[in-house]
């Protein structure tokens, strides 16, 4: 079992320093509509084989969204029904092919080895913390207080709607960062309160810039949806860029990820406002862009393919431009 630990350290007060703009943090402000970048390998590692993932439930997280973000993370190591294509785990397949890229170009079709994504722990803990939390001070403290510096785990937070987490909303809907002694984290939070207008899109109208479509939640819960699609472009970025040393564009403390870099993206015909072509539901008219297990269905975001050097959306085989 690879371990997420076994890289080099970055000082935590640069991180402090870094992540306290949160205009710089992650490339928050990146548009890739308007600003054109190209992903490349900066010789660090990447996360591979088995990514154990502990589960911080923070505040009181809605049901449907235990289930949902539950169900997307079981889907992603799964091959499903060959007759209900397209599978999550063609999409997974992309993010895989980073360990063929890391060795030179990677071949469209060889199969890459498998980066398994296992929920080895959860726990729930009710506002310990308040209700406003920063990745600076309460981050830490609370990942140090539940899973105990297990190096072995990779703390996923996800808070509920009636919490605020710094950073989000503002040009990020989730982040990924690491801390003292190469303790690396994700956290995503609830838009249904904070900012269904940033983060709830394209479930929800989006507060400024161009109005396109709006797309109706697969899973019939605007914030859950749109849960799954921050989580699954934070997880795309800490697998290909863990420590700002993999796969970035840019600079190394302010790096436009994998996912980052075709934001807003979800199917072929994308542009400002327009999510572009996905699926519609027949009988429900829900959207969505790929099937995962017992009949669940989920919008994924474009992420960059290394074997094309483009945006890449698993609905681009479907539909044309």
């Given amino acids: 079992m690879a371990s997420f630990f076994s890289i080099r350290l970055i000082s935590l007060n640069l991180l402090l320093l870094i992540c306290f703009i949160p205009s710089i943090c992650y490339g928050a402000t990146f548009d890739p509509f308007t600003d054109k970048t190209k992903i490349t390998y900066h010789d660090g590692p990447i996360l591979t084989g088995i990514v154990n993932l502990h589960i911080i439930w923070y505040g009181k997280p809605e049901e449907i969204q235990r289930e949902v973000i539950m169900d997307f ?3 992603l190591n799964t091959e499903g ?5 397209p599978h999550i785990s063609r999409w997974w397949n992309v993010v895989e092919s980073y360990q063929l890229a890391m060795k030179g170009k990677p071949t469209i079709g060889v199969e890459s080895p498998k980066i398994k994504v296992k929920v080895e722990k959860e726990d729930t803990i009710d506002y310990a913390y308040g209700k406003v939390l920063t990745t600076q001070y309460d981050i830490p403290r609370l990942i140090k207080d539940v899973n105990h510096g297990d190096p072995n785990l990779l703390p996923l937070i996800i808070t509920a709607k009636d919490v605020s987490m710094h950073g989000l909303c503002a040009g990020k809907c989730a982040d990924h960062g690491i801390f003292e002694n190469n303790k690396g984290f994700i956290v995503i939070g609830d838009p249904e309160i904070e900012c269904p207008g940033a983060c709830g899109w394209p479930f929800h109208e ?10 109706k939640p697969p899973n019939k819960n605007m914030a859950a949806d749109a849960m799954v699609v921050a989580l699954a472009s934070a997880l795309v970025n800490t697998i290909t860029n863990p420590q700002n040393t993999g796969f970035y564009g840019g600079i190394e403390f302010d790096p436009i ?17 327009n999510p572009g072509k996905v699926f519609t539901d027949r009988k429900t008219g ?23 050097s483009t945006c890449w959306t698993i609905t681009s085989r479907y539909f044309s431009t």
């Fill in 73 to 75: 993370l079981e889907t």
């Fill in 81 to 85: 029904d060959k007759k209900v294509q």
């Fill in 206 to 215: 989006v507060d400024a810039g161009p109005k396109g479509p709006i797309f």
């Fill in 257 to 273: 990820e994998s996912a980052t870099a075709c934001k807003g993206i979800f199917g072929p015909g994308a542009a400002p406002g």
């Fill in 286 to 308: 829900e959207n969505f862009s790929a099937h995962g297990n017992n009949g669940r269905k989920f919008l994924l975001p474009a992420i960059w393919n290394p074997a094309t």
